[in-house]
């Protein structure tokens, strides 16, 4: 069973940076896909960034695009999420989410609906 934790939320000031972990284990996870997600209060969860785990391919919300990273340290088994030039709306809810996919598909994973394994979550909050 995929486990995920995430770590590395607190409360920064606007143009500030924060650096998230997800932990992963209980799967090898070179054909997996791994997410980031947020979901402010009021608010439907939206995609933030992904990460392919083998090849290393990224994906980001235009609304992140220039100012967040996502990474993998495959030793560590752990998925980052760097945030830069925090902004007072990119406060909320983060949450790590994985999908394992096929070596026919190349890409990576858009939609919530398609990530299987989701941790529980990290709190993020930008004063302004």
């Known amino acids: 069973q995929v486990q995920l934790v995430e770590s590395g939320g607190g409360l920064v000031q606007a143009g500030g940076s924060l650096r998230l972990s997800c932990a992963a284990s209980?799967?090898?996870?070179?054909?997996?896909?791994m997410g980031w997600f947020r979901q402010a209060p009021g608010k439907e969860r939206e995609f933030v960034a992904a990460?392919?785990?083998?090849?290393?391919?990224?994906g980001y919300a235009d609304s992140v695009k220039g100012r967040f990273t996502v990474s993998r340290d495959i030793a560590k088994n752990t998925v980052y999420l760097q945030m830069n030039s925090l902004k007072p709306e990119d406060t909320a809810v983060y949450y790590c989410?994985?999908?394992?996919?096929?070596?026919?598909?190349?890409?990576?994973?858009?939609?919530?609906?398609?990530?299987?394994?989701w941790g529980q979550g990290t709190q993020v909050t930008v004063s302004s």
């Open positions: 989410a994985a999908r394992q996919t096929s070596t026919y598909y190349g890409g990576i994973y858009y939609r919530g609906s398609q990530y299987d394994d």
């Open positions: 209980g799967r090898t996870f070179g054909s997996y896909v």
């Open positions: 990460i392919r785990w083998t090849g290393g391919n990224t």
